[in-house]
């Protein structure tokens, strides 16, 4: 019981605690760029989630399993980039079979999620922080639902925001930046809480 409330704390920590957009300042470009509408930041979240789920998972596999055994640590970081760019054009296809509607919303962001930090950031701390497969997966997880969580409320602002009576000075980026530190700030909040 105790092992099933430190991974549930784990996970809830990985959300709220330590997000990859307000914690770690990982994931900011499609952040920014893909959360002007709400759909198309559920689209983008969930190819995050999907992405980095089961890069988590395959980098760990891939440096335990050759790297380590093989005496080559050092081509850790080759190796997760390759995996992810396999990944991402196999959710590229996908989105592209499945919602031609959201591949075209998302456009240069979706092939952006090769070179998202957040992704190749989970993998690297995956490996820096020693977890286990467990923890590895649901850290990657865990932490793309944070992310979907962050730029699902981002979009839902920027939404609300395009019938406000914004000064002109604060127009499009300055407020999405004032808006994102706010986010931040308020994701301090539930520091302390879950590790």
């Known amino acids: 019981m105790n092992e099933l409330l430190k991974i549930l704390m784990f996970m809830v920590s990985c959300v709220l605690t330590h997000n990859f957009i307000f914690s770690r300042f990982l994931g900011n470009c499609p952040f920014l760029g893909v959360s002007n509408k709400v759909e198309t930041a559920v689209g983008m979240g969930v190819a995050v989630t999907f ?3 089961l890069a988590s998972l395959f980098t760990w596999l891939v ?3 050759v790297l380590v055994k093989l005496g080559l640590r050092y ?22 079979k499945s919602s031609p509607s959201l591949y075209k919303a998302l456009g240069i962001y979706l092939p952006l999620i ?3 930090c957040a992704v190749l ?29 962050a730029i ?7 939404e609300r925001l395009e019938t406000s009576d914004i ?12 808006i994102a530190g ?10 302390g809480f879950g590790g």
Do not use: W
């Open 75 to 96: 081509l850790d970081t080759i190796a997760f980039i390759l995996i992810i760019a396999g990944l991402v054009q196999f959710v590229e296809m996908f989105i592209k």
């Open 182 to 191: 706010l986010m931040s700030v308020a994701f301090m909040g539930f520091s």
């Open 152 to 158: 699902v409320l981002m979009a839902g602002v920027r």
């Open 63 to 65: 440096y335990h399993l």
């Open 114 to 116: 090769t070179t998202n």
């Open 167 to 178: 000064p002109e000075p604060f127009r499009g980026f300055p407020i999405c930046i004032i």
């Open 121 to 149: 950031g989970v993998a690297v701390l995956n490996v820096s922080e020693g977890y286990n497969l467990l923890y590895s997966v649901l850290n990657g997880t865990f932490g793309a639902l944070g992310f979907l969580l």
């Open 51 to 53: 992405v980095m789920a």
